[in-house]
């Protein structure tokens, strides 16, 4: 059985270019599928209030959004 050769540089760019596209897909709320993998989404955070421990000052944080991952059920094996 023979494997590609390829150099870490090469691996590296193609890593980035993954990432960085899924990353721009779920900016634009797009779901990326990758079919044995899993799909990457966009998640929304209700905003908040918060106590700031020295000042005791109350503090909004309104919505944010962060990456959500759920694996494939082929990945999750018990």
Known sequence: MSFLR???????????ITINTITEAVALDNKVEIRGFGTF???Y??????VNPKTKAVSYIGETATLHFKPSKSLIQD
């Open 45 to 50: 955070i209700r905003p908040r209030k918060f």
């Open 41 to 43: 989404s966009k998640k």
């Open 6 to 16: 390829l150099d870490k540089e090469k691996i590296s760019t193609a890593i980035d």
